[in-house]
């Protein structure tokens, strides 16, 4: 309330001043040379005084009376002189000139556009913010960042009863496939499977302890896109924050591959959360602009960047959404010709490895909502249950918070038996 009423003190105060400011400007210009007009008729009292003067000195006798003739000519030729100055100030005083006239307009232009570009620029309701504090600041929230372990704690803590019941099928699966894991702790792929299988569940801070022996059991051979990986998981588990072991992370991946998207775009969305939007705005748009249509932070970037803009300053319209790059390779008609050749072994053989391409690539290289859709039905028509579950699993993860695309992952689901 106190605020509110500050406010309003200070709006109205700021609104008398201007008014106050722009009255006196502009009726200094609008009364423009009045000053001439009094000094003109002071002249001619002055001029009439001197001829009744004249007059009584010429009846007097005291001067003769060719020299008060000349004495009168001359005082009323001034007197004439001070009448047409007279004249010319009234008119002046009636009727500004127009360069008076714009002089006005042009203050009272200047005193409204100043407001309007305060109310565009400015933050009213704010109070004076430094670039010097502003720095501050985001150095401040940088350094105070909870922690990896704090962050998990307040994650699961507000969303402990939150968390939808998985499928008991995939459930009694996980349980021996952590089993098998725990048996065999240097087994990479268990470990990736883990991975992969806990963030399904939302698991994310155990996805991140697989995926760090994941990269443990990679050394040296670790890659970008393995520490990427892993900054991801922990970011999900810290419920979106980046925390300082998730930016060790990003790092490593940067250091790595300089053009990792993952790592770039969560690079920048710590640059946001720490206060330094006009950064993370630069490396977005430039991640952005550098992107394909199907890359997996194409959308995420796209629903936030302009009003990171706004946060940043920065005058920016989000160009259109291309059109989706073409997905995995279809038959050519002589693909499909050569097919209705060959015997039911192998044209599942063809399809096959057509499944296993799709897949390689979308593990690697990532793609759109409907690539993972098409790989998720193929497996259930090929009978494997168990991978597609998976890859639903890691799908539904991936596009998390983006429910057209996660409509169509459901849908393929379904029709291959791993969705409800």
């Avoid at 005291?62 to 001070?82: H, P």
């Avoid at 393995?226 to 072991?245: K, Q, R, T, W, Y």
């Avoid at 302009?306 to 050519?332: D, F, H, N, V």
Wanted: aromatic share 4%; hydrophobic share 45%.
């Amino acid at each position: 309330m106190g605020d509110c009423m500050g406010m309003t003190l200070f709006w109205i105060l700021a609104g008398v001043i201007a008014l106050g400011v722009g009255a006196i400007l502009v009726q200094a210009l609008l009364r423009g040379g009045r000053g001439a007009a009094p000094a003109a008729a002071y002249d001619m009292q002055v001029y009439r005084d001197q001829l009744r003067e004249i007059e009584r000195d010429l009846a007097r006798a005291t001067i003769a009376a060719e020299e008060a003739d000349r004495l009168k000519a001359e005082v009323s030729r001034r007197l004439l002189e001070a009448d047409r100055a007279a004249r010319s100030g009234e008119r002046d005083g009636r009727a500004p000139g127009s360069a008076a006239i714009a002089a006005a307009g042009a203050v009272l232009l200047l005193l409204g556009g100043s407001f309007a570009a305060y109310l565009d620029l400015g933050a009213p309701g704010y109070p004076d913010m430094p670039l010097a504090a502003r720095m501050a600041d985001a150095d401040a929230a940088y350094r105070e960042r909870p922690s990896q372990a704090e962050a998990e704690a307040r994650m699961a803590a507000s969303h402990a009863s939150t968390r939808p019941e998985p499928d008991p099928q995939f459930v009694e699966l996980m349980e021996k496939l952590r089993e098998a894991v725990t048996r065999n702790p240097n087994d990479i792929r268990g470990q990736e499977l883990l991975a992969r299988n806990e963030a399904a569940l939302g698991n994310y801070a155990a996805a991140a302890r697989a995926q760090e022996q994941v990269i443990a059991l990679s050394q040296p051979k670790a890659t970008a896109e393995d520490h990427a990986a892993l900054a991801e998981l922990m970011i999900l588990a810290a419920g979106g924050a980046v925390s300082p072991e998730a930016e060790a992370q990003l790092t490593e991946a940067l250091r790595i591959d300089p053009s990792n998207g993952t790592a770039r775009y969560y690079s920048g969305l710590l640059l946001a959360q720490t206060g330094r939007p006009d950064m993370a705005f630069r490396l977005w748009r430039a991640l952005l602009e550098g992107s394909r249509p199907g890359d997996p932070w194409v959308a995420p970037l796209r629903a936030q960047i302009e009003e990171l803009a706004w946060l940043a300053g920065a005058k920016y319209q989000l160009p259109p959404a291309p059109a989706e790059e073409p997905g995995a390779p279809r038959p050519t008609q002589e693909e499909m010709q050569a097919a209705g050749e060959m015997t039911p072994e192998q044209r599942q053989e063809m399809v096959r490895g057509m499944v296993e391409g799709l897949n390689q690539r979308l593990a690697t290289e990532g793609g759109t909502a409907s690539e993972w859709a098409r790989l998720i039905s193929a497996l259930g028509v090929l009978g494997e249950t168990d991978r597609a579950r998976a890859i639903y699993g890691e799908a539904m993860g991936r596009f998390e918070g983006r429910e057209p695309d996660l409509a169509a992952i459901r849908a393929a689901g379904v029709q291959a038996g791993v969705a409800e």
